[in-house]
């Protein structure tokens, strides 16, 4: 088992042309979460299994709604995080890529739409965005 590793230094990449696979880094993004990748279940017990050990049964079925959320240090000069807010307001699916800084730098691939774009301005503190990513389909690694 290796050592832990930082997590400074991940980058989030947004997909310059829908389709296009080209991606343009998204600058200035904070702690990244979310992304879970499990399965829902539907409950499948019936009166067979509860005299076999009284346990209830579960079936997998489809991937777990998955989201990406972080805070951003918005620029609004920087076309990423201008784009990200737009395709917000349009509904627009869009890839991205996030890339770990770890020993193996995997990468993950997954197409996605702006579900949250809250923007906020602290009187002392700079200004920000929450944001969320909606992840539509496979989360790819390579």
Request: net charge negative; hydrophobic share 35%; glycine share 16%.
């Amino acid at each position: 088992m290796g050592a832990p590793t930082s997590a400074l230094g991940i980058t989030l990449g947004r997909e310059i042309t829908p389709g296009s696979g080209t991606y343009n880094p998204v600058g200035q993004i904070g702690d990244v979460g979310g992304m879970d990748q499990g399965t829902d279940r539907v409950e499948i017990t019936n009166h067979d299994a509860a005299t076999a050990g009284r346990r209830r049964i579960f079936l997998a079925t489809v991937g777990k709604e998955a989201n990406l959320s972080f805070p951003l240090f918005y620029d609004s000069s920087d076309a990423e995080h201008l784009g990200m807010q737009q395709d917000g307001r349009t509904g627009t699916l869009r890839g991205y890529e996030l890339t770990f800084t770890d020993g193996g730098a995997q990468i993950l691939t997954f197409d996605a739409h702006t579900t949250g774009f809250e923007q906020t301005a602290a009187v002392e503190g700079a200004n920000q965005a929450n944001v969320t990513l909606g992840i539509s389909g496979d989360i790819v690694p390579t």
